[in-house]
């Protein structure tokens, strides 16, 4: 009840200010079980600026046609029909579905397997119950993301065996990228979507770190993701994660973030770095920095819990 109300209150609530020779732009919406915000600075000029309000109109547009498909709680979503039927035949699906798929598996590549929305038949293993060895080895074997087949060509997607998907961690860097990419003659401004968020132009960020440090970053044409690690979904992951086809050490993080050229990367990497552990995730943001043709595009920040000093932060910063 309490998100219907939420819907009502934000889906298509725009607002227009302007002064000078800008406008502003502003809108709100209630999507994937998130509240979406989009501040946006453009030109004054009519014409710039009803192309950028109809592309705002537009992207969110494809927002509500993306928390349709992928609503994991409705057995009349997209996602529940694959979920069900892929594993016994190859599927025809919707190019948004297709693309959000394509990105979460070219993601699982990108990460070395740390970020996997194949990891489903394990969680849900341990959701509401402690499972048998035998339910364990069954589900471990169906989850990983080479359990997925695309048809690049014909947007067609086939399981190779029983397995599920679940987009939760790369929903809402998924969706605003999708708005963002609809966008053109942004000045300046900001989609942002629960712990995940794009900034257009330059932009200074303070974000609290512990009780004596805040993070000051200078953003430019970057996403910032945020990983609260007191989530149900990390503290539960206890129960789970040595069973994860990736190896995936235990540091006591209590909070990600993620500076990125895009929104869904910035996301994914925060999750992966979260299994992947302090160490490995700075070695691997310095292999992506050195491919990178924008290195300072790249950063992660982790908040760590130390029983003797209280908290700590380690950033990648801190090797240049």
Request: hydrophobic content about 40%; charged content about 25%.
């Amino acid at each position: 009840m309490y998100k219907r109300v939420m819907a009502v209150l934000f889906i298509g609530s725009v607002l227009l200010t302007g002064c000078g020779n800008q406008k502003e732009l502003k809108r709100q919406g209630y999507h994937l079980d998130t509240i979406f915000e989009v501040q946006l600075k453009t030109d004054n000029k009519k014409d710039i600026f009803a192309r950028a309000q109809r592309s705002l109109n537009e992207g969110f547009d494809r927002l509500v046609e993306l928390d349709s498909n992928i609503n994991k709680l409705s057995p009349l979503s997209e996602i529940s029909a694959i979920n069900a039927n892929a594993s016994v035949r190859t599927m025809d699906i919707s190019k948004i579905t297709y693309d959000l798929l394509d990105k979460s598996l070219n993601a699982s590549v990108f990460t070395d397997g740390y970020f996997d929305i194949v990891w489903r038949p394990l969680t849900k293993l341990f959701e509401m119950s402690s499972p048998s060895a035998e339910r364990i080895a069954r589900a471990r074997s169906v989850s990983g993301y080479n359990n997925i087949a695309l048809d690049r060509s014909l947007h067609r997607v086939r399981y190779l065996n029983t397995t599920e998907v679940d987009f939760e961690q790369i929903k809402r860097g998924f969706a605003v990228d999708l708005i963002r990419s609809r966008l053109s003659n942004v000045d300046s401004g900001q989609i942002k979507a629960g712990n995940v968020a794009y900034y257009f132009g330059s932009k200074k960020l303070s974000l609290k770190l512990t009780e004596k440090e805040n993070l000051n970053l200078k953003l430019n044409n970057a996403a910032v993701a945020v990983l609260d690690a007191t989530d149900s979904y990390y503290v539960n992951s206890s129960a789970w994660r040595k069973y994860l086809p990736v190896v995936s050490p235990v540091d006591p993080i209590r909070q990600i973030i993620v500076v990125a050229p895009t929104a869904v990367t910035a996301e994914v990497l925060s999750n992966a770095f979260y299994f992947m552990g302090v160490e490995k995730s700075l070695q691997k943001i310095d292999s992506i920095k050195k491919e990178a043709s924008r290195q300072s595009m790249y950063e992660v920040y982790f908040v760590l819990d130390d029983d003797e000093n209280g908290s700590r932060v380690v950033s990648s910063v801190e090797k240049k």
